[in-house]
């Protein structure tokens, strides 16, 4: 149901450079349907984890504010080429979506 | 029926059939263990009460957290915002939008080898400090950047 999540995750040095872009609406809960001019309910990802070879590196905790099509980016070191970056996310609305990639 | 009672049954009910899911292989352990969204401090209309619910209260300030966003923010609804923190120890980092209705805006704990850096984009109801609060080894700090936002118009 929801749309994939595009991943890139680049080696320098020791450090993994992880960039991640979600497909969500992220709605607030304030705005109103243009037709009905009923208020849309909020639905937006309020938790993501990501783990790298395994581990855990991130939780996030996210509030209706983080930007439609939400935008991720942290970095890791100690990565390797070829480790695998997995990130989740799960919404207001019990939602949930992962993708993978390996470092390169 | 008392309320205590109520309450007791009801959370063993939910912790019973937890558990049984698990040994049933339907919900794997990391998902039942993901953290908790933490309600009252998302609901928080005011960063001393966002930050009180998220244990982080009166935070020191820091010169050693850098936040890079921009001076003006053309369009409130998809504000780049990216911060790094100095302090050693960092545990997690917390954006907070100062005049949102709901400040509390994002909660990042870093583990295993994470750098004590993030990068998204925020919305902003408009012209506001940002603030991030660091949690590192049992206290808290604090650095703002005023954003300014431009709403509306056509370039007006």
Known sequence: MADPMKIRATLAGDTADIKCLMNHAMETGQRKDAKTGQLIPAHFINRVTATVGGKTVLEAQWSVAIAKNPFLGFKVKGAKAGDKVVISWEDNKGDKNTAEAAIS | MNPLRRNLLKSTGAATSVAVAVAAGLLKPSQVLA????????????????????????????????????????????????????????????????????????????????????????????????????????????????????IGGCGG
């Open chain 2, 35 to 150: 953290a908790e969204w933490n309600k009252s401090a998302f609901e928080s209309k005011n960063v001393a009460d966002a930050l009180k619910g998220m244990g982080a209260s009166a935070p020191a300030d820091s010169k050693d957290i850098m936040i890079k966003a921009p001076d003006i923010a053309e369009n409130g609804a998809v504000v780049p915002v990216e911060v790094t923190s100095k302090i050693p120890g960092t545990e997690s980092i917390m954006i907070l939008v100062e005049k949102n209705n709901t400040p509390m805006t994002a909660d990042f704990t870093l583990s295993n080898g994470a750098e004590s850096y993030v990068s998204t984009r925020i919305k902003m109801a408009g012209t506001s400090g940002v603030r991030v609060v660091v949690k590192a080894g049992g206290k808290s700090y604090s650095a703002v950047k005023e954003v300014k936002v431009t």
